[in-house]
């Protein structure tokens, strides 16, 4: 094992560690190094399919990208997908395992350890530099026995620690100098410095408040690191961020309910880019908007849940509406099979078995499966016949009669559905709207406008050459890699 690690924890949920850990990834790939991200276990509905054939959070895959590596399994060995309020699917290198409520999980947790730690291994003996991500809080004290995802794997793999508190929230210096108040001694030894992100205003008029942090913890108080403003243009991980998917920005409304399981919503990203789309994000409670040209149901983590969820709602009322309109609806994935006849689970993977009753716009039905499809797909799409990228994460296959009027093609067969008047639509594939060309094609056959220039993807890399920059100007990148150090795995 030859890498440094160097573990960024936070001391709560959204202090951004997973953008700060992507500009490092960047930064420090600048200088010539071997970067590899990790996370020992990350709990997310947003993820990526990775080059051997797994899913990882989309987190992780974005530093991966920022380390200008291709995103393994390795980089997330624990995934944790939340199926219901109290329950998640667990992902172990790249593949589901099982379904367990948050109080087995967090019995059995610890069995998972071998895991991670094989994965940290793996990664450290190829790379220069491992920069570990957290999750959640790291003050949880009360989920210390049996943790994997923060002290329990920094403490088993010998990793010194940097804490990042939001001073954004406000009360940064009693959060920080509080994690270490209640922390196990032997876990606040690792901990080689602090950190201040977010900061707004000027930075010189916190030195006192450094100088006391510092004091206090006995360790030096880095940053502080300024609000990075394009923050919004790289793929959000948590679903909190749809609590900022705002509805600025062009005349035409593109409407998606926000289901209480949704999934890979950064399948959205590319259209609020578009100057003619004014993408609306549909809260609990409130109706779709009449004004809609287009309505997208996204992914979801459990079809059938969602289903009824979107009932209680009375979207499915205001979806029919919008058909009889003549408005335009795309289902994506767990949307595509909302969308058809019945959804059938007889083997119980999301929930109980049993079949439930679709929105019977599109003439086909979905047989969810235990065999779960992970690959990244090229298709042509089925009308304008331009390319477009995009990935399968789904488990189940749907068949009908709209079929045979597929959305696209993929290796030369039919993928998704149309129905009779083209207006209903549903494909399996995410992360569709990335491919610029198609983009524009299927937007403009809806009357909305394009920026002809926009490249997508290019500007994702010129964000993290810029976060890279960001984080470069207000860290000494010298002093973060001598703290780094090679693990020593108990």
Request: net charge negative; with cysteine; glycine share 12%.
């Amino acid at each position: 094992m030859t890498a440094r690690a160097l573990m960024f924890m936070g001391t709560g949920s959204d202090v951004g560690k997973s953008l700060i850990v992507a500009g490092l990834c960047r930064a420090f790939a600048n200088r010539g190094l071997r970067v590899a991200p990790f996370k020992p276990q990350n709990m997310s509905n947003n993820a990526a399919v990775t080059a051997d054939g797994g899913e990882i959070g989309r987190a992780q895959a974005l530093q991966a990208r920022a380390a200008r590596r291709e995103p393994v399994t390795a980089m997330n060995p624990v995934l944790l997908k939340p199926e219901r309020e109290t329950g998640s699917q667990v992902v172990v290198r790249g593949r589901r395992v099982a379904s367990m409520s948050a109080r087995d999980y967090f019995s059995k947790r610890q069995t998972f350890m071998p895991d991670v730690l094989a994965a940290f291994s793996e990664l450290a003996g190829k790379n220069d530099l491992v920069l570990v991500e957290g999750a959640g809080s790291a003050s949880e004290v009360n989920l210390r026995e049996t943790d994997i995802a923060n002290f329990g794997f920094a403490r088993a793999a010998g990793v010194p620690v940097v804490l990042i508190g939001d001073i954004h929230r406000g009360g940064v210096i009693a959060s920080l100098i509080g994690t270490f108040a209640v922390i196990d001694p032997e876990d606040a030894e690792l901990v080689a410095a602090t950190l201040i992100n977010k900061f707004h205003g000027d930075p010189s008029l916190f030195d006192d408040g450094r100088k006391l942090i510092a004091g206090w913890t006995g360790q030096p108080c880095l940053g502080p690191i300024p609000h990075f403003d394009r923050a919004h243009r790289l793929p959000a991980e948590d679903v909190l961020g749809l609590e900022t998917f705002g509805a600025a920005g062009g005349e035409t409304v593109i409407a998606v309910p926000r289901l209480e399981r949704i999934a890979n919503f950064d399948d959205l990203d590319p259209l609020k880019r578009e100057p003619g789309a004014r993408l609306v994000i549909v809260q609990p409670g409130q109706p779709i908007p009449r004004e809609a040209r287009l309505v997208i149901l996204p992914g979801s983590k459990a079809t059938r849940a969602d289903l009824a969820f979107m009932r209680a709602q009375g979207w499915d009322i205001d979806i029919a509406a919008h058909v009889r309109a003549s408005g335009h609806v795309l289902g994506i994935c767990g949307g595509y099979q909302m969308l058809g006849r019945t959804v059938a689970d007889p083997g119980g993977l999301e929930s109980a078995s049993g079949v439930s009753e679709g929105l019977g716009l599109l003439d086909v039905q979905t047989v969810l499966g235990p065999q779960k499809q992970l690959r990244p797909e090229n298709a042509i799409d089925a009308i304008s016949g331009l390319p477009l990228a995009g990935y399968h994460m789904h488990m189940g296959t749907t068949s009908g009669p709209d079929t045979a009027r597929p959305f696209a093609h993929v290796a030369g067969e039919a993928e998704g559905a149309r129905g009779p008047s083209g207006r209903v639509m549903g494909t399996y594939l995410h992360g569709l709207f990335a491919s610029d060309a198609f983009r524009r094609d299927f937007l403009a056959r809806l009357g909305i406008a394009t920026d002809p220039l926009l490249d997508f993807e290019a500007d994702i890399d010129a964000t993290l050459d810029a976060l890279a920059a960001h984080i470069e100007t207000h860290l000494d990148l010298d002093a973060l890699l001598a703290m780094a150090r090679e693990p020593v795995i108990a």
